[in-house]
Nanobody, 126 residues
Framework: QVQLVESGGGLVQAGGSVSVSCVAS????????MGWFRQAPGKEREFVAV????????IYADSVKGRFTISRDNAKNTVYLQMNSLKPEDTAVYYC???????????????????WGQGTQVTVSS
């Protein structure tokens, strides 16, 4: 079992920045590829970014590419999502998720992730 707890987020103006983090406990963090997803009101949850267990590779959704940065610190069991140049359409609950198939390809489908955090709200005002 892996427990994931997100923090950070909050209310930010359009064009601003915010960072969210996710601390993992349980099984060795370095054996999981870690993803971020988000769910806006009335919409389905969507992929945002994913990072390899080694931090050697990442994938971003087109909607956030160039604005968001995913990173991780395996010594701290933490994955981060730095969000810059925020837009009102970035408003959502942000979830981190763990994919135990660490040796495989990075995944962008939520069904491929076994463990999920409870989410943290990010609201971008116009």
């Amino acid at each position: 079992q892996v427990q994931l707890v997100e923090s950070g987020g909050g209310l930010v103006q359009a064009g601003g920045s915010v960072s969210v983090s996710c601390v993992a406990s349980g099984r060795p963090f370095s054996r999981y590829n870690m993803g971020w997803f988000r769910q806006a009101p009335g919409k389905e949850r969507e992929f945002v970014a994913v990072i390899k267990w080694s931090a050697g590779s990442t994938i971003y959704a087109d909607s956030v590419k160039g604005r968001f940065t995913i990173s991780r610190d395996n010594a701290k069991n933490t994955v981060y999502l730095q969000m810059n140049s925020l837009k009102p359409e970035d408003t959502a609950v942000y979830y981190c998720a763990a994919d135990g198939n660490w040796a495989g390809a990075l995944k962008t489908w939520e069904r491929d992730y076994e463990y999920w955090g409870q989410g943290t709200q990010v609201t971008v005002s116009s």
